[in-house]
T-cell receptor
Framework: EADIYQTPRYLVIGTGKKITLECSQT?????MYWYQQDPGMELHLIHY???????EKGDLSSESTVSRIRTEHFPLTLESARPSHTSQYLC?????????FGPGTRLTVT | QKEVEQNSGPLSVPEGAIASLNCTYS??????FFWYRQYSGKSPELIMS????GDKEDGRFTAQLNKASQYVSLLIRDSQPSDSATYLC?????????????FGQGTTLQVKP
């Protein structure tokens, strides 16, 4: 059973607010990932990390930023939320290529 | 051409039938292949992984890999209504050490009672 957690699970917020989506894993995985997925659509990688202090942008351009100060923690921040950021955000971690996904955060920006 | 391609479906099969889901990929050096199941509104969960040519069986699921044809498939025997979900094919392309996966768009499977 994967031990990867995301909070909040649901968030409704107004335009212009700063938000941080939390992701934590207890498996000691070095690699962590953030994906964005709209309903019925593909998964798009927006950020990934190979380890502490290592982050890179993914294949889909995103206005969000990430940090990796601790192995178990990989938060995603939006400095100024916009309606176009409305989506589901999925966090995953892996030791190698088998990725374990968290439950996701469904973000709605009004 | 997308790096990983799947037919989006929906693929509709009667209960008890075999469901066959297909995926093609473009990078010949790909080494690792995964099938994830995603129920509506939920996150993906891994159901099969395969690394070498041939078949790999796990319960009602069989993954098939043909690297020469750049093709990977998933067979679900004795399909149940609870198998109704979107099935994502994922391929570890390019640098193995990154662990990055490229996902297909997914095939929606509907199993009718």
């Amino acid at each position: 059973e994967a031990d990867i957690y995301q909070t909040p699970r649901y968030l409704v917020i107004g335009t212009g607010k700063k938000i941080t989506l939390e992701c934590s894993q207890t498996m000691g995985h070095d690699k962590m990932y953030w994906y964005q997925q709209d309903p019925g659509m593909e998964l798009h990688l927006i950020h990934y990390s190979y380890g502490v202090n290592s982050t890179e942008k993914g294949d889909l351009s995103s206005e969000s930023t990430v940090s990796r100060i601790r192995t178990e923690h990989f938060p995603l921040t939006l400095e100024s939320a916009r309606p176009s950021h409305t989506s589901q955000y999925l966090c995953a971690s892996s030791e190698w290529a088998h990725q374990y996904f968290g439950p996701g955060t469904r973000l709605t920006v009004t | 051409q997308k790096e990983v391609e799947q037919n989006s479906g929906p693929l509709s099969v009667p209960e008890g039938a075999i469901a066959s889901l297909n995926c093609t990929y473009s990078d010949r050096v790909s080494q690792s292949f995964f099938w994830y199941r995603q129920y509506s509104g939920k996150s993906p969960e891994l159901i099969m992984s395969i690394y070498s040519n041939g078949d790999k069986e796990d319960g009602r699921f069989t993954a098939q890999l043909n690297k020469a044809s750049q093709y990977v498939s998933l067979l679900i025997r004795d399909s149940q209504p609870s198998d109704s979900a979107t099935y994502l094919c994922a391929v570890n392309i390019k640098a193995e050490l990154t662990g990055k996966l490229i996902f297909g768009q997914g095939t929606t499977l509907q199993v009718k009672p």
